[in-house]
C-alpha cells in the first residue's frame, strides 16, 4: 500500500508568517494551487489559503441582503446586491490590509500526516468533509500524535512534503492501472 512518502511532492513552496500579505495574494495569484504552508525556518506554524485572503478583500459589510417576498407566499427571498466599486475597493483593501503579516490570517491548527502514513489515512483526511482539506503538508518529527492521530498544534515539524487531493487520485489510477497490467 502507497504510503505519504510515495506520493507527496517534495518540492514545497511555502511562506513566513510575517510575509507580508498583499505579496503572498499576489504570488497565489499566479501559483497552480490555492494555499502554502506557512514555515518558520522548516518548521510548520500555519497554513494559509485563498480563502484566508479572499476574506480580507471581499468584506461581507458591501452587500446588501435585501427581502423580497410577493403576497400570498409566506417565504421571501433574499437577494444580495454588491455594493463594491470594484477597481477601487480591491485598491482600498489592499492599502487596509498592506503591513498585514500572514500571520494575522493564517490557520495555526494544521492537520497533516507523517511520511510514513499509508494511504488510507491521506484519503480519510482529504475526504472528511467537517475539515474540507484540500492539502496536507508531510512533517517529519519525533512529537507523539493526539488521540484522533492529527496534529493541531503550532510547531508540527520540519515540512518534507505536500499532497494535494490531484496527488491522491494519480497514485489511485496508477495503482489501478498497474493491477491490471
Same mark, same amino acid.
Given at each position: 500500500m502507497p504510503t505519504a512518502r510515495d506520493i507527496m511532492t517534495t518540492d514545497v513552496e511555502t511562506v513566513?508568517?510575517?510575509?507580508?500579505?498583499? @505579496?503572498?495574494?499576489t504570488k497565489l495569484a499566479r501559483a497552480k494551487f490555492n494555499g502554502y504552508p506557512v514555515t518558520? *525556518?522548516?518548521e510548520l506554524v500555519g497554513i494559509v489559503t485563498q480563502g484566508d485572503l479572499?476574506?480580507?478583500f471581499q468584506p461581507s459589510d458591501r452587500t446588501l441582503w435585501i427581502p423580497v417576498g410577493f403576497p400570498p407566499f409566506l417565504e421571501s427571498l433574499t437577494y444580495g446586491i454588491?455594493?463594491?466599486?470594484?477597481?477601487?475597493?480591491? *485598491?482600498?483593501?489592499?492599502?487596509?490590509?498592506? *503591513?498585514?503579516? /500572514?500571520?494575522?490570517?493564517m490557520? #495555526?491548527?494544521?492537520?497533516?500526516?507523517?511520511?510514513?502514513?499509508? /494511504?488510507?489515512?491521506?484519503?480519510?483526511?482529504? #475526504?472528511?468533509? @467537517?475539515?474540507? /482539506?484540500?492539502?496536507?503538508?508531510?512533517? @517529519?518529527?519525533? @512529537? #507523539?500524535?493526539?488521540?484522533?492521530?492529527s496534529r493541531t498544534q503550532s510547531g508540527d515539524g520540519r515540512v518534507v512534503g505536500i499532497i494535494a487531493r490531484e496527488d491522491v487520485l494519480r497514485a489511485l489510477r496508477d495503482e489501478r492501472l498497474e493491477n491490471a497490467g
Open positions: 513566513a508568517p510575517d510575509d507580508d500579505v498583499a @505579496e503572498v495574494l518558520d *525556518g522548516d479572499v476574506d480580507l454588491d455594493l463594491s466599486w470594484d477597481n477601487l475597493d480591491v *485598491g482600498l483593501d489592499m492599502v487596509r490590509n498592506s *503591513g498585514k503579516s /500572514i500571520s494575522d490570517v490557520t #495555526a491548527d494544521v492537520v497533516t500526516v507523517t511520511p510514513d502514513d499509508d /494511504i488510507d489515512r491521506v484519503l480519510d483526511l482529504l #475526504a472528511d468533509r @467537517e475539515r474540507d /482539506i484540500n492539502r496536507l503538508p508531510v512533517v @517529519e518529527d519525533s @512529537e #507523539a500524535r493526539s488521540a484522533s492521530g
